[in-house]
């Protein structure tokens, strides 16, 4: 009997091994840009760490100023035990205005297909001129913003369901 399960049904006990190539490609920036640090936590529906997720992202904006990496403008990093991940973001100079500083994607065990998301930093200038942000009602942006922090970084925490829920959006 064949097995009707598709991949993109459940990300499987896979990942950690197989797309590891694709993190140790990734984690390191190697960039004369500036950076920032967007770390987070992802959560389940539940408000519990999901610690065998994946956040991907994609940085349009930013491929040019790598093009000394194996991936220009791509990150891929697993939560880690307590749910956590941290990305390094190259900055450009002159960013589009309004745009989110990522395009992410999340894959977490229990979901049928991967999600998409976007993740802004909340001292972009720009942010009131984001059409991404105009189609969001206003109370659920703030799902969307990266908190700076006292140290530079960034927090932003994906939550995959329940009233503090991430915006995902669906792409035609």
């Avoid at 909340?122 to 703030?142: F, G, K, N, W, Y």
Wanted: no cysteine; aromatic share 10%; glycine share 6%.
């Amino acid at each position: 009997m064949t097995s009707k399960i598709t991949t993109s049904q459940t990300i499987g006990p896979f990942p950690h091994e197989a797309w590891r190539w694709a993190t140790e490609l990734t984690a390191q920036v190697n960039s004369s840009a500036p950076t920032v640090t967007v770390k987070g936590v992802l959560f389940d529906g539940a408000g519990v760490p999901i610690n065998d997720g994946w956040v991907e992202t994609w940085m349009p904006q930013s491929a040019a100023l790598e093009s000394a990496q194996a991936i220009p403008g791509f990150r891929r990093i697993p939560t880690n035990d307590a749910g956590e991940f941290a990305l390094q973001i190259t900055r450009p100079a002159q960013a589009e205005a309004g745009e989110p500083v990522a395009f992410v994607t999340v894959f977490a065990r229990g979901l049928v297909k991967h999600q998409f998301s976007a993740v802004f930093l909340e001292d972009d200038a720009t942010l009131a001129q984001s059409t991404i942000l105009e189609q969001v009602p206003a109370a659920r942006r703030a799902s969307l913003i990266a908190r700076k922090q006292a140290d530079g970084s960034y927090v932003w925490n994906i939550h995959m369901q329940g009233p503090t829920e991430t915006v995902f959006f669906d792409y035609l």
